[in-house]
């Protein structure tokens, strides 16, 4: 048993350090979401913060609560597309561990 815990435990500090700057380089990416066909859309970064939000001026004299609706839609479209970009970021970190399916990093 050659190197036992002192290289497991060297293992896990370097993906400490690799996670740590995936994290970091993930603040810098940036995905859009929309809705309406693009007639609103929302730019956030893979940290989930706002970087921009641009609605089509036809909106402005619609329906409001249509407005609203379509403004959440694409937030949340953009959260699910921060989500994704961040799991194809940290699944080559991961993909030499056994972890229990469904288990995300970091904890």
Do not use: W, Y
């Not at 921009?52 to 479209?77: R, T, Y």
Request: hydrophobic content about 35%.
């Amino acid at each position: 048993m050659k190197g036992g815990i002192g290289q497991l435990m060297k293992q896990a500090q370097e993906m400490q350090e690799n996670m740590k700057k995936a994290q970091e380089e993930l603040s810098n990416i940036t995905v859009t979401g929309e809705s309406g066909g693009g007639m609103v859309t929302v730019t956030m970064s893979c940290k989930h913060e706002i970087k921009a939000l641009k609605i089509d001026d036809l909106l402005l004299s619609d329906d409001k609560d249509m407005l609203e609706d379509l403004i959440i839609a694409s937030f949340n479209d953009a959260i699910r597309r921060v989500e994704k970009k961040s799991q194809e970021s940290l699944s080559g970190m991961t993909a030499g561990l056994n972890l229990p399916p469904g288990m995300k990093l970091p904890f």
